[in-house]
């Protein structure tokens, strides 16, 4: 089908369009790469009187190591966050991720912010971010704010963020030393949607790990962290038996929605598996594993 | 209300002008006002491939796109895969597609080409599995995609081994 009817505005600067999110924030919408926004007008499901296209603004546009921390402009296709050897080399659970994310055609438009801002809980840089500890900076005319990506999604496409405000940036920490890292996930086709999935980072000393960030993909209305299975990783040592454990603790709490694709019980058995595999793949990561996790690789995506 | 603009728009080296609704998809832009109908339209919503162009040498869905959007960039759609060549000449990866039975009724095959093209100038081995997730985002309802991933590797032979290259000839 084809969009309904709207204003459109092209502003040159974050400043402008600041200005008219503030008179049409309520009854408008940004759009930046157009890959979840245009299906929603084609169909008809969203009726914004007012469209705010963020493309113009190169200012919003980049990747950039800032004092060891990472920073990607809201307008930063994916497909570029995907090619940097800056983030490879040093935020290579995003490139991963990134992996999953549609088709190149999709990527070549669709932005880092836009993903975000959509909060699809199946998409994949959400749940990333998540796990990495990312902070979103949005503005208004009433200023910014820094929101950590914990306090960022509140359900289903809905986020704290306010309808005058503009994300124009992610910021990124840097993973621990020597950090592993894995994403995995599950899908029909390669480049839809997940079914389930998960994001994690772990950091060890000799076997015994220090730190752990296990996010889950598809698992409720929102990017979930798995508390319950960060805590059991989290002091103990590294192993088979401990990644099969943490990973039955990440899905005791999840009851994810079942759809023709699977039912809701298929989805939390997918998930599991997947995070344990994901646990497995990061430990085989960790620099001078010593695990023999490597040897079995983790497998499947 | 929705105030109509004026847009310039280089398809193929050529410029269609025209007021256009900004609502005006890029991919009806294509197909109504410059009339290049080779650009297919399936789905309107991202998933088909159908109306894959690209937009400043990256195959992007002209669907998702609007028209206005495109002012000062680079447009290439299928049309435009034998500018320069002579008459009935096919471009390599076309000529693949003819000669391993890439297509059957040929609705997908613009945005085939237009997704796979990228493809060609790519120097890296490429795996079946590379080929095929690299066409993963195009559906075909006829060939079950094994005859296009062999007219890829065959368009991909032919210009590895030297014959003319597309981009030498331009
Ligand atoms: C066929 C298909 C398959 C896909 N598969 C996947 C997949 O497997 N995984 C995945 O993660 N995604 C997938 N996507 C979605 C794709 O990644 C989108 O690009 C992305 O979710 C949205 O980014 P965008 O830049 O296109 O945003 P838009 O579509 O332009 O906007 C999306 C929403 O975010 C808001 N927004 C955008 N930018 C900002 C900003 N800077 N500040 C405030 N609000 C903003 C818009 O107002 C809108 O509400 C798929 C899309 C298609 C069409
Ligand atoms: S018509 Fe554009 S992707 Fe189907
Ligand atoms: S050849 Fe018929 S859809 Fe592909």
């Not at chain 1, 290579?92 to 190149?104: G, K, N, R």
């Not at chain 1, 902070?135 to 306090?151: L, N, T």
């Not at chain 1, 603790?249 to 989805?267: C, F, K, L, M």
């Not at chain 2, 081995?125 to 296009?148: K, M, P, S």
Request: contains cysteine; glycine residues 12%.
């Amino acid at each position: 089908m084809k969009p309904p009817v709207f204003d459109y505005h092209d502003p040159a600067t974050v400043e402008e369009a600041l200005d008219l999110l503030a008179v049409h924030g309520d009854d408008g919408k940004v759009l930046a790469g157009g890959q979840s926004l245009v299906p929603l007008l084609n169909f008809r499901l969203a009726h914004p009187e007012h469209l705010i296209d963020v493309n113009n603004i190169g200012e919003l546009s980049g990747i950039k190591r800032d004092g060891g921390r990472l920073r990607i402009g809201a307008l930063t296709r994916q497909s570029m966050l995907e090619r940097s050897a800056l983030v490879a080399d040093n935020w290579p659970l995003l490139t991963e991720a990134l992996s999953f994310v549609a088709h190149a055609q999709i990527r070549n438009r669709g932005t880092v912010g836009g993903s975000v801002a959509h909060a699809d809980p199946a998409a994949e840089l959400p749940v990333a971010f998540l796990a990495s500890d990312a902070d979103f900076i949005v503005k208004s005319k009433r200023g910014e704010r820094r929101i950590s990506a914990v306090d960022f999604f509140v359900t289903h496409l809905t986020t704290t963020m306010e309808p005058d405000e503009l994300m124009v940036a992610i910021d990124v920490p840097a993973p621990p030393e020597g950090a592993g890292y894995a994403f995995t996930e599950f899908a029909r086709r390669h480049g839809d949607f997940a079914l389930g999935g998960a994001a994690v980072l772990l950091a060890a000393e000799g076997r015994t790990c220090t730190s752990a960030a296990v996010g889950l993909l598809a698992a409720a209305p929102t990017p979930l962290r798995a508390a319950g299975a960060e805590e059991a990783l989290v002091g103990s040592e590294l192993s088979q038996d401990g990644a099969e454990a943490a990973a039955k603790r990440a899905v005791e709490q999840i009851d994810p929605t079942g759809d023709i694709h699977g039912s809701s019980e298929y989805r939390k058995g997918l998930i599991e598996v997947m995070v344990r595999r994901a646990i497995e793949k990061a430990a085989g990561r960790l620099d001078g594993d010593g695990l023999g996790f490597s040897r079995n690789g983790g497998g499947g995506r | 209300m929705s105030e109509r603009r004026r847009v310039e728009i280089d398809i193929n080296g050529e410029t269609y002008g025209a007021e256009v609704e900004p609502r005006l998809l890029l991919s009806d832009f294509i197909r109504h006002e410059a009339g290049l109908t080779g650009t297919h339209v399936g789905c309107e919503h991202g998933v088909c491939g159908a109306c894959t162009v690209q937009v400043d040498g990256d195959p992007v869905r002209s669907c998702l796109m609007f028209a206005v959007q495109a002012q000062g960039r680079e447009v290439r759609t299928v049309e435009g895969m034998t500018d320069g060549l002579s008459e009935g000449e096919l471009h390599p990866l076309q000529q693949a597609f003819h000669e391993k039975h890439g297509l059957q009724c040929g609705f997908c095959t613009p945005g085939f080409l237009m997704s796979l093209e990228p493809l060609m100038l790519d120097e890296r081995d490429l795996t079946d599995q590379e080929i095929r997730e690299a066409l993963a985002g195009n559906l075909c309802r006829c060939t079950g995609y094994q005859n296009i991933v062999e007219s890829v590797k065959l368009a991909r032979e032919r210009l590895r081994s030297g014959a003319e290259s597309p981009a030498e000839r331009e």
